[in-house]
């Protein structure tokens, strides 16, 4: 057993509450390769901002769990080594199996998450109070879902939505004892975030669902699946050296950002982190067409990573220098 507090990680607890208080989010950023966590790093000490790390239960399989514990440990190095005061959690994202998160938690995460929302309401609450009870003599915090997202994303996948019961959430949260919860208001796992109803428009998030829910957990920090933008800079880019992404669709950054200043305290972000490293990698080697060198698109990934994070803080998030 390795604890979080050995890698000089922090639990959600505070910073959810300060992000709760302040009107901001605490971006969420999945990573799946070495050069993404070091953007992520990288973007946070340049901005001071907090930021939960996630890894899902399919990245920990493929890469290793050993590598996700020692990659995330080398970069609370280099935040030391900046003198950087920010802090991080590391969080398991979409943990379906109460095993996922035995052996997250064992490994070093701060916090876990169990989708239990595919299930009947009552096994939901039974699997996410048996992960709770395991999570908190180890001050692991525990994230619950209620409400389906579409779209795939690593094993999770669903080709329907179903919003989240703002009637629902309060037995939920009192009952499983989770210390935050996702939901779900319109937004999609995937590139394609948001579907055209029947007259080709894009419905905005259902932000009147998200204040039913805050009002029915007051001070309780909420947290956003799905909810890249999908920059079509990137679309473009990726489309023009080669790629072929069609319907591509995000949820407008001005949205993003309205929940961000609401109950919602931490907003994931896995697709726009893909999308900038895949166009920046395609265009390095549509211009270097004689290269076998990987660092020519590592290194361009790497760099489009870093700006899309500090956009994100920056314009979405309102996490700078909230440390
Ligand atoms: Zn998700």
Not at 134 to 152: D, F, N, R, T, Y
Not at 202 to 213: A, Q, S, V
Request: one cysteine or more.
């Amino acid at each position: 057993m390795v604890s979080f507090q050995e890698l000089g990680l922090v639990n959600t607890k505070e910073l959810f509450r300060k992000a709760y208080d302040g009107g901001y989010a605490v971006p969420a950023f999945n990573f799946v390769f070495t050069e993404q966590l070091q953007a992520i790093i990288d973007a946070c000490i340049e901005l001071q901002s907090p930021v939960i790390i996630q890894a899902s239960a399919h990245t920990c399989e493929n890469m290793g769990i050993e590598y996700v514990r020692h990659l995330v440990s080398a970069s609370m190095e280099r935040v030391a080594a900046k003198n950087s005061p920010i802090q991080v959690a590391l969080n398991l994202d979409h943990g379906l199996r109460f095993e996922d998160c035995k052996r997250c938690i064992e490994n070093g995460f701060s916090s876990v998450m169990i989708d239990g929302s595919a299930k009947e309401f009552s096994e939901n609450i039974a699997i996410s109070r048996q992960v709770v009870e395991l999570a908190h003599p180890h001050h692991v915090c525990v994230e619950g879902e209620l409400g389906i997202l579409s779209g795939k994303e690593g094993e999770v996948s669903h080709s329907e939505s179903k919003y989240t019961d703002p009637k629902a959430v309060k037995e939920f949260v009192e009952a499983s004892g989770v210390d935050s919860l996702a939901i779900s208001i319109g937004s999609c796992h995937g590139v394609v975030k948001i579907v055209a109803d029947e007259d080709g428009n894009f419905p905005p998030l259902r932000f009147d669902i998200l204040k039913e829910i805050e009002e029915s957990l007051p001070g309780f920090p909420i947290v956003l699946h799905g909810s890249s933008c999908i920059y079509p800079e990137y679309v473009e880019m990726i489309n023009r050296h080669g790629g072929h992404l069609t319907a591509a669709q995000g949820i407008p950054e001005e949205q993003v950002k309205r929940a961000a200043e609401s109950a919602v305290c931490k907003i994931n972000v896995a697709s726009d982190g893909w999308i900038a490293a895949t166009a920046a990698a395609r265009k390095a080697l549509w211009e270097n067409p004689e290269t076998i060198d990987p660092r020519t698109f590592l290194k361009a990934s790497r760099a489009e990573m870093t700006r899309l994070y500090i956009r994100k803080i920056q314009q979405v998030m309102g996490s700078a220098g909230k440390c």
